[in-house]
């Protein structure tokens, strides 16, 4: 069993996700977040090539997955900006069903679908001692 600390959630710069959501999907547009801008220098290496192409789900592959299977750990497989820790903790992370759920709350509907995708996911992150 993992402990999950305590249950008090606090927004991150007053976003919330299911009012973000329903303004996407009410205008028809893709969420673009505002305090994680899609520009050369964000992700906060020198070593990675200048003039990053910033892309959607669907422009990588054709049938975007959030998790592929739930029920089995993954083998996550480091990409070019790859922190090995991060990759660590995702894997982790898929093996842990329960840990998966509070971090990535109801993650079945988060899944990719034509009708409800407008560009955002929701994750809580363990902060200073609050989700």
């Given at each position: 069993?993992?402990?999950?600390?305590?249950?008090?959630?606090?927004?991150?710069?007053?976003?919330?996700?299911?009012?973000?959501?329903?303004h996407?999907?009410?205008?028809?547009?893709?969420?673009?977040?505002?305090?994680?801008?899609?520009?050369?220098?964000?992700?906060?290496?020198?070593?990675?090539?200048?003039?990053?192409?910033?892309?959607?789900?669907?422009?990588?592959?054709?049938?975007?997955?959030?998790?592929?299977?739930?029920?089995?750990?993954?083998?996550?497989?480091?990409?070019?900006?790859?922190?090995?820790?991060?990759?660590?903790?995702?894997?982790?992370?898929?093996?842990l069903?329960?840990?998966?759920?509070?971090?990535?709350?109801?993650?079945?509907?988060?899944e990719?679908?034509?009708?409800?995708?407008?560009?955002?996911?929701?994750?809580?992150?363990?902060?200073?001692?609050?989700?």
């Amino acid at each position: 069993m993992v402990r999950l600390g305590g249950t008090k959630v606090v927004q991150y710069k007053s976003q919330s996700y299911s009012e973000l959501k329903k303004h996407n999907l009410e205008q028809g547009t893709q969420f673009i977040d505002a305090t994680f801008p899609a520009i050369d220098g964000v992700i906060g290496t020198s070593s990675i090539p200048p003039n990053i192409v910033w892309k959607r789900p669907k422009d990588i592959c054709e049938n975007p997955r959030l998790f592929e299977n739930v029920e089995t750990p993954l083998a996550i497989h480091p990409g070019e900006l790859s922190c090995g820790w991060v990759v660590s903790a995702i894997s982790v992370l898929s093996g842990l069903n329960e840990l998966r759920n509070k971090i990535v709350p109801d993650y079945w509907e988060q899944e990719w679908n034509d009708k409800t995708y407008c560009g955002i996911f929701h994750f809580k992150f363990w902060r200073f001692g609050s989700w």
